[in-house]
């Protein structure tokens, strides 16, 4: 065993304990107020958008955690045509309305995905998006859904984030865009944009905190038994593909 | 601020720094090596079962992370009847296959969600899944999909875990069940079961590791952005739901 290789399994094992020390007692405050009761107010409508090889946890862990809130939220599946969208994976969801039927939303969410290589050059879908998009007050891309995004124009001067493993794709979609590598997630205005794949849940749960208090976010992430990574600024991932800043 | 706050505040504090190193030095070692080369051996056919109410993410967490071995393993989704299955967030997906046409599997998984308190008193359900799990050589649950593999029997005097919240409900499906409280997955010959909903997907991880290596599990959990909780003992959930064992 290196000197290193020690260092690293202390390093772990600290973490590991003080994690778990620090999460029964922060547990133990928010279990007393479960569940939160959230602000009243008309229910929101989120709409996620499908394309062909969309990501699943993009689109799933997202809303895993929205779908916590039914009283408050209704999701809706959108997509160039209604019906079955196969993941890249494999598994197919189903859009409930094609783009000219989705009804108007409160929050809409674009996901990444290995389809979004070809639907950055799908000028119907990049129209649809943006005629979304400028219509809702509330916008959230997850992974390389910022690719699709940027190549709206609709972020230009707008600060964004995006896959750390497909950095150089989705930054080059977007040149004006203000890309912020080291993010877990990133806000700025209307527009909300995570990092790669399961950031997008730790997002969720920011957008939950923001519009629902920071009390409902934890109460949603104890009853998926989910550790939040709720530090928007903590992302080692940026380290990990060679980014900084 | 009291003093138990300032505790929990210096104590979070401290765990966010260790991990963010040990991350680092873990991450340094993994991408040196990534993509891994995985054992040679045929394709292996994942089947997950769905039903009306399953549970978003204790489906498409475990998915995503096998999603990535698409040269490896081969995804189909088994229902009551083939075509669309709503989840109890409201989105649906498609079954590939019903019960009576599904292939031979190597692993099945079986997730939970609200659908599971109405599928546990319908004996059609417990009898194909029975015979599913007879005939595959790996069977995981997740979530209180635990509770319906219980219900047939098949796990009386093995060790499995559940969802948290849901625990009084999960572990009255099998009094004969070796249950297992505090624990983020729990592994027992052929099968292997996880807490609630998140912890799938840490358990697919397990899965993945012990199917193809620990350097395949990290590089997965790496391309998904993933903060793998790779200790399947490590269960705050337990203790926050005065739970212990």
């Known amino acids: 065993m290196t000197a290193d290789s020690t260092r690293r399994d202390v390093l772990i094992a600290a973490a590991t304990t003080l994690s778990a020390l620090s999460m029964t007692t922060a547990a133990a405050a928010q279990l007393s107020t479960r569940p939160p009761v959230p602000p009243s107010g008309p ?12 990501e699943l946890l993009d689109v799933f862990g997202p809303l895993e955690m929205f779908g916590m809130l039914k009283d408050r939220v209704e999701i809706v599946m959108i997509a160039p045509k209604a019906g079955p969208v196969k993941s890249g994976a494999g598994p197919a969801a189903i859009a409930d309305f094609e783009f000219a039927d989705a009804p108007r939303l409160d929050i809409v969410m674009i996901p990444g995905g290995i389809g979004t290589r070809r639907e950055v050059n799908n000028a119907d879908f990049l129209a649809a998006i943006t005629a979304i998009a400028q219509a809702t007050p509330q916008v959230a891309t997850i992974c390389t859904g910022s690719g699709l995004l940027a ?4 972020i230009d001067g707008i600060k964004a984030t995006s896959n750390k493993m497909a950095w150089k794709w989705a930054t080059a979609q977007g040149a004006k865009v203000l890309w912020v590598p080291h993010a ?3 806000e700025d205005g209307k527009y909300i944009s995570s990092s790669g794949i399961s950031a997008g849940t730790d997002m969720a749960l920011g957008l ?6 920071k009390d409902m976010a934890q109460w949603v992430a104890h009853r998926a038994e989910y550790r939040w990574n709720d530090n928007a600024g903590d992302d080692p991932f940026a380290a990990m593909n060679g980014l900084t800043g």
Do not use: E, P
């Open 208 to 213: 939950i905190a923001k519009l629902y208090g």
């Open 151 to 154: 190549k709206t124009g609709l």
């Open 43 to 54: 229910k929101k409508t989120l709409g996620m958008i499908l394309f062909d090889g969309f």
């Open 184 to 186: 877990r997630w990133v």
